[in-house]
């Protein structure tokens, strides 16, 4: 069939390719965010200005251009009991996106992580016209193995972060791709420069300086702060010449610095933009559970891991986890390499002990240091990064969508 041609003067017909590819975004936690904000980057680099980026998202995607339909830390919340108080505010930021979604009907909506929240907004839209994606699996490997099908009910399509998760999902009916971990992507761009890090904090290539990684919620940091900063009180009698870097968010910052004072060794409080070098330069490190931990394996800075939830939450954990570990470089390595301090056992004396033993015990340390150098080959699938695979996902489903409304 001959293709159509406009009378003079009038616009030019607008075939497929020319219509915007519009795709929302809902992430709802920092480490959600900083993956939203690769994959926006991903997209715009693949599809330029024909993909139109909506949605929900933190500092991080704000500033890879996405204007967030509401402050994305009012989602940022872990814990069964902690949620509850704040319940009828995230209902109402749910019914919110949701009216949002119908309003702007995305190609695809693109949901990250913070399944308590995302689930219930695929839920709520699955009669919307648009191709439902999931970035990052729940880790049904670990606990709650059904999730499996709940998931795959709502989704037409899920990305998943490591290597052995696909399968789980695709028995299910659930078509999903290993795309790869971001901590590989973000060390490998990294290009900083380590003795100039030290120099611009005061710190001589002899001084051992120790990262300390409060978590990245503001609960996190007052359960975990004052065990902590006993645990570096202890330490000060036996690694006296330490000095502590503290990287955070922009809004913890005041509180970590407050907390840091309490204890006798020297310290530095650093905003997210010193991370990296702040992990490269550091010889040690102790951490929250979650991401951090493998950020700085991948960046060979041994490590002490620690965490200590609400007594309720941690009460039905235990009812409900399948699994020895909790640090993602114990579980890939299937052995624990990097200590791990949780509960009950996230106690000063502990953490202070164990933080003591990879300062100073080069077995440990070299230990620690091979396992990063495994994990990071395990995590990355090819040749392409862990957000261009993602992104060349997402674009291929939502160019499929795209065509109904040519």
Same mark, same amino acid.
């Given at each position: 069939m001959p293709r159509a041609c406009s009378s003079p003067g009038s616009p030019a017909p607008e075939g497929p390719e020319m219509l915007p590819i519009r795709i929302m975004l809902v992430a709802g936690e920092p480490s959600g965010d900083v993956l939203g904000a690769h994959l926006m980057r991903s997209l715009k680099k693949l599809a330029g200005e024909r993909v139109e980026i909506v949605g929900v998202g933190g500092d991080a995607m704000a500033a890879a251009g996405l204007e967030s339909l509401f402050p994305m830390d009012e989602l940022s919340v872990m814990g069964l009991f902690e949620i509850l108080p704040r319940a009828p505010a995230i209902l109402r930021r749910l019914r919110e996106t949701e009216a949002f979604a119908r309003a702007k009907r995305p190609h695809v909506l693109l949901t990250i992580d913070s399944p308590g929240f995302n689930k219930r907004l695929a839920r709520r839209l699955q009669d919307l016209d648009t191709i439902r994606i999931h970035y990052v699996a729940p880790s049904v490997w670990a606990y709650r193995p059904k999730r499996a099908v709940t998931t795959a009910a709502l989704y037409d399509h899920l990305l998943t972060l490591l290597p052995f998760e696909p399968p789980l999902f695709e028995k299910e009916g659930l078509a999903a791709t290993f795309v790869g971990h971001p901590a590989v992507e973000a060390e490998n761009a990294y290009q900083g420069d380590m003795r100039a890090f030290r120099a611009a904090q005061g710190l001589s290539p002899h001084v051992p300086a120790l990262a300390v990684l409060f978590g990245s919620r503001r609960?996190?940091?007052?359960?975990?702060?004052?065990?902590?900063?006993?645990?570096?009180?202890?330490?000060?009698?036996?690694?006296?010449?330490?000095? #502590?870097? &503290?990287?955070?968010?922009?809004? $913890?910052? @005041?509180?970590?610095? %407050?907390? +840091?004072? *309490?204890? !006798?060794?020297?310290?530095?409080?650093?905003?997210?933009?010193?991370?990296?070098?702040?992990?490269?330069?550091?010889?040690?490190?102790?951490?929250?559970?979650?991401?951090?931990?493998?950020?700085?394996?991948?960046?060979?800075?041994?490590? #002490?891991? &620690?965490?200590?939830?609400?007594? $309720?939450? @941690?009460?039905?954990? %235990?009812? +409900?986890? *399948?699994? !020895?570990?909790?640090?993602?470089?114990?579980?890939?390595?299937?052995?624990?390499?990097?200590?791990?301090?949780?509960?009950?056992?996230?106690?000063?004396?502990?953490?202070?002990g164990a933080l003591q033993r990879i300062m100073t015990d080069p077995v440990a340390r070299d230990a620690q240091i091979e396992a990063g150098r495994t994990v990071a080959m395990m995590l990355k699938p090819g040749a392409l990064w862990p957000s261009d695979k993602a992104a060349r996902v997402v674009l291929n489903l939502a160019e499929t969508n795209r065509e109904k409304d040519a």
């Open positions: 609960g996190e940091v007052r359960r975990l702060g004052p065990v902590f900063v006993d645990a570096l009180r202890r330490l000060a009698e036996r690694v006296p010449a330490a000095h #502590v870097l &503290a990287p955070t968010l922009p809004h $913890l910052q @005041a509180e970590v610095d %407050r907390m +840091l004072a *309490r204890q !006798p060794l020297p310290y530095t409080v650093l905003g997210q933009a010193g991370k990296m070098d702040c992990f490269h330069a550091a010889d040690s490190a102790l951490a929250a559970s979650g991401t951090v931990a493998l950020e700085l394996a991948l960046a060979g800075t041994p490590a #002490v891991v &620690a965490y200590r939830m609400n007594a $309720l939450t @941690a009460a039905l954990a %235990r009812r +409900l986890i *399948r699994i !020895p570990y909790a640090s993602l470089v114990n579980i890939l390595m299937d052995k624990p390499v990097v200590p791990e301090l949780i509960q009950g056992n996230c106690t000063a004396g502990a953490i202070a």
